[in-house]
């Protein structure tokens, strides 16, 4: 909320002082900004550019596939021979069983019935409608947040379904159709990102900062539009709808029905696959019971919605999270007492730091501050957790996410490396992100910056890896601080305008 001071000047006019805060509540922008001031020209340098964009826009996908066709019970996990590899490789196309054939329609109609109802849900059933943070152009959206119960009608439906004679059968029916549901949810994420990609060019919206600078493939990939929503539905944000209900709910699904097709196949349902159902279950419980929190990450304030977004949530999240169950499925790995409390004490660990760290930020943002925190104020007005898991690390919650992830990858034993992806990848995921944001972080608060990393010099696991300094070049961060500023000085002067007037 912008301080205003109003104070008499020396021949009697009245000025103000406005003081921004992080936290701005403004009116809409009197005086808007021109389309092309709002949304200047990306420099296409993230992810190595058009080069390394159109390489991830082309790998993500085929590794979704290679995950499943390297990894099956026709093949076992993962061929270490030229002969087992030739042989995962005949398999493309030619798989003994629907779960691999790379398209049905029956699967395509499926998928579409899933993501229909999907909104259906969002439509009807009830929430809180909460406004998102500040945008550039002085305007801020409403999102209805109901995704939890979308997820508790999902799961009382699936109860029943399990319930019912012929329910767990019924259930591996996503099992059995892995690929095809792969290539579905593809053909959604590639239509989405073209269609919201060329609808940007004739609607007039908000771009994001990082995806406007006129190369297709870049654009393509990191998003034009920030907030794109389909025509004369404003109201539903697509963004934050795929970012937690299709993907995430269906990976929960998907899990539930690889320990379906475990139960048919043993008899029961092994230690290391209830670990993995309950831990995994978990993340996406958590995360529905927060949706709200999803507003202030960096996927919904900066990035815009593009192929990285709509591929990431609705294929990458739930076809190759759920690599590890679907691994179980077909080779159960039994972990007896002592190792299964080995990853479950991992698992609660991880979760302990990441549920502590993000709610001492979360009350500390909301103005608690409940374990009195030692803190240090910034120029910029907005205060700086220095004691407390914030004191340890700079992203003591993204250690907590990677120690929770090796303990998703630990119950499928050691038989193969492939099972591990998820960690690998989720702290390079973690260690781009933490960088991105530190580099953020010193735009927003300049020197303070400085001074907070001289106090807390651990970058994310605490007391290891200590860096004062970060990447400083000129990135679509310094850019963001400079157009968010022209946005609200452009506010500040109508501010004072209207203040004189009167
Ligand atoms: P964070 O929740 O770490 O938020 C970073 C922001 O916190 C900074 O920009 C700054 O914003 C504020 N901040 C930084 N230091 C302090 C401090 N000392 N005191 C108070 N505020 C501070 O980042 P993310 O949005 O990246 O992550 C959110 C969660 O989502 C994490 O737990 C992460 O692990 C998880 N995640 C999970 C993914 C998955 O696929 N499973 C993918 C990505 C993230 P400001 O000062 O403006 O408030």
Known sequence: ??????????????????????????????????????????????????????????????????????????????????????????????????????????????????????????KLLPGDVIKGNLLRDGTRKNYKMNGLYTLILTLGLSVGILLNPGGIELFTWLYDHWVPLVSSSLAMATFQALWIYGYSYYNGELLALGGNSGNFIYDFFMGRPLNPHPPLFPSFDIKTFNEVRPGMILWLLLNISCACEQYLRLGTITDSMWVVLIFEGWYTVDCLIQE?????????????FGFMLSMGDLTWVPFTYGLQA?????????????????????????????????????????????????????????????????????????????????????????????????????????????????????????????????????????????SHSICDDRSIW??????????????????NLSVHRS
């Open 478 to 495: 310094v850019r963001a601080s400079e157009v968010w500023m022209i946005g609200v000085e452009g506010m500040m002067r109508s501010e």
């Open 326 to 466: 679907r691994f179980l499925a077909f080779n159960p790995v039994h972990m007896g007492p002592i190792y299964t409390s080995i990853v479950v004490a991992i698992t609660l660990v991880g979760n302990y730091i990441f549920r502590q760290a993000n709610n001492e930020k979360g009350n500390f943002r909301a103005g608690k501050n409940p374990k009195n925190l030692e803190y240090m104020t910034t120029e910029r007005g907005t205060k700086l957790l220095t004691s407390g898991w914030w004191g340890r690390s700079r992203h003591p919650n993204y250690f907590g996410d990677w120690l929770m992830a090796l303990g998703w990858c630990l119950p499928t034993g050691f038989s193969t490396p492939l099972t591990y992806y998820y960690i690998v990848y989720f702290v390079i995921l973690l260690v781009h992100r933490q960088i991105r944001d530190d580099e953020a972080c010193r735009h927003k608060y300049g020197k303070d910056w400085d001074k907070y990393c001289e106090k807390v010099p651990y970058k994310i696991i605490p007391y290891i890896y200590a």
């Open 1 to 122: 909320m912008p301080d205003s001071q109003p104070s008499t000047g020396e021949e009697g006019t009245t000025t103000t002082v406005i003081t921004a805060t992080t936290h701005l509540t403004l009116p809409a922008h009197p005086i808007p900004l021109t389309y092309d001031e709002l949304n200047p020209r990306s420099k296409p340098e993230e992810f190595f550019g058009p080069i390394g964009t159109f390489g991830i826009t082309l790998l993500a996908p085929l590794f979704t596939y290679i995950f499943f066709y390297t990894c099956n019970d026709a093949v076992g996990c993962t061929p270490t021979t030229v002969s087992g590899w030739k042989y995962a490789w005949s398999l493309v196309g030619n798989f003994p069983s629907s779960a691999g054939y790379l398209w049905e329609w029956k699967a395509f109609a499926v998928y579409l019935g899933w993501y229909a109802y999907c909104i259906v849900c969002w």
């Open 292 to 304: 709200h929190t999803i507003l202030n990450q960096m996927d919904i304030t900066t990035d815009g």
